[in-house]
């Protein structure tokens, strides 16, 4: 178990508010690690009546990392929650603080989302539902300006791929290629 590809802070895209009474946790580990991953969460002020094993599954992986999510539902809008890690040989607690094979007694070590407020919930506006959206490359323009150029800009009529450039300017928007 490589504890040091474990990752996870209580804000951004790591602990968000869904809606308006869900909460999103994410964990990154390292790639097929782990067999098992679990959010350890609860109310800080109820903790014993609502501690609860919420199971995470694998969302995504990319090249080096797994990142796990699951959706929590605190009753009273407030969490405290930790992980338990669990690979083939070895099951391992995560706190705000540090990792421990003993499950923790109490929340005063865990991370924390202190409240969910409605004002922090994002709402995607109704007119986003009809709106059209365009991606602009500039750089897949013609090439106006050829004194601003990057290094190692291919000349106009190649194949665009993901590392190559052609030079591609505003200036070069303008101009009008007659053949």
């Known amino acids: 178990m490589l504890l040091e590809a474990v990752y996870h802070r209580p804000k951004l895209n790591w602990s968000y508010a869904y809606d308006y009474e869900t909460i999103h946790l994410r964990l990154r580990t390292k790639k097929d690690d782990m067999q098992q991953v679990f959010a350890f969460a609860g109310d800080k002020y109820i903790w014993d009546q609502s501690k609860e094993l919420v199971p995470m599954q694998k969302l995504i992986s990319d090249e080096l ?10 009753p009273f809008r407030r969490l405290k929650y930790g992980f338990l890690l669990r ?3 070895a099951e391992i607690w995560m706190t705000e603080y540090e990792f421990t094979p003993d499950r923790p007694e109490n929340p005063d070590r865990l991370f924390e989302y202190p409240f969910l407020n409605p004002n922090d919930v994002f709402i ?22 050829p004194d601003i150029d990057p290094t ?16 591609g300017d505003l200036q070069g928007s303008s101009i009008i290629l007659i053949t």
């Open 65 to 74: 990392f797994d990142y796990w999510e699951c959706a929590v539902k605190p």
């Open 87 to 89: 690979s083939e040989d």
């Open 152 to 167: 190692g800009v291919l000349p106009w009529g190649g194949e665009p791929e993901r590392n190559n450039f052609f030079g």
């Open 124 to 145: 995607v506006p109704d007119w986003v539902k009809d709106a059209v959206f365009y991606q602009i490359f500039p750089e897949r323009f013609a090439n106006g300006n």
